[in-house]
């Protein structure tokens, strides 16, 4: 069965800061990974999604990267802003259509 | 605009009685899936439907059911709450790209 994890749980850095977020996966035979924004009492907003033979994908301030060899992703956040406070989750989907999802990075931006 | 809709947003029941959650998507989507979210846990994936009559089991469908009889509606049933089924579910649809979710329904069951 695929587990998701995500490290670390909880991330409070200063506003303008680089930051990266890591989710790792045990199973490589993936459809794709799907980032996902969650605010609190609000349901879930899509950031970027990585098909499987895909290294990375880019939006705005986000960049998300792949190795499904060894069972990562990574999500770096640029110039971090206090809007970009929220959980975030990520989510692969397997070949078997089924997704699995972390358990979440809540970030605190500072300002 | 391409929505998700479920209904109720929030229910207190309690033990046995049977309720449906509803869930509408506007986007003409084959894939449609619930999940609960639970502390800790994470979202786990209840049940999942890649098209009109055809439903899977996910992660954790015990005590639940779905249908399919519409593309664009999959209701999530459950014939006999109990109180470990208390949590925030969601109901998503897919495209190829990505995953659309309702707004949540915050369920209590005493």
């Known amino acids: 069965k695929q587990e998701v994890t995500q490290i670390p749980a909880a991330l409070s850095v200063p506003e303008g800061e680089n930051l990266v977020l890591n989710c790792s996966f045990t199973?490589?035979?993936?459809?794709?990974l799907q980032w996902f924004r969650q605010d609190p009492g609000k349901g879930l907003t899509s950031l970027l999604l990585i098909q499987s033979s895909q290294r990375e994908q880019t939006s705005g301030r986000l960049n998300a990267s792949l190795d499904k060899s060894s069972g990562r992703s990574t999500l770096y956040i640029a110039a971090s802003q206090p809007g970009d406070s929220a959980t975030y989750l990520c989510?692969?989907?397997?070949?078997?259509?089924?997704?699995?999802f972390g358990t979440g990075t809540s970030l605190t931006v500072i300002p | 605009e391409a929505q998700v809709t479920q209904n109720p947003r929030y229910l207190i029941t309690v033990t046995g009685k049977k309720l449906t959650v509803t869930c509408s998507q506007n986007m003409n989507h084959e894939y449609m899936s619930w999940y609960r979210q639970d502390p800790g846990l994470g979202l786990r994936q209840i049940y999942y439907?890649?098209?009109?009559?055809?439903?899977d089991k996910g992660d954790v469908p015990e005590g639940y059911k779905v249908s399919r009889k519409e593309k664009r509606n999959f209701p999530l049933i459950l014939e006999s709450p109990s109180p470990n089924q208390t949590s925030l579910y969601f109901c998503?649809?897919?495209?190829?790209?990505?995953?659309?979710f309702g707004p949540g329904t915050r369920l209590t069951v005493t």
């Open positions: 439907s890649m098209n009109v009559e055809v439903t």
């Open positions: 199973d490589s035979a993936i459809y794709n």
């Open positions: 989510a692969v989907k397997n070949t078997g259509n089924q997704f699995y």
């Open positions: 998503a649809s897919s495209s190829a790209r990505e995953q659309y």
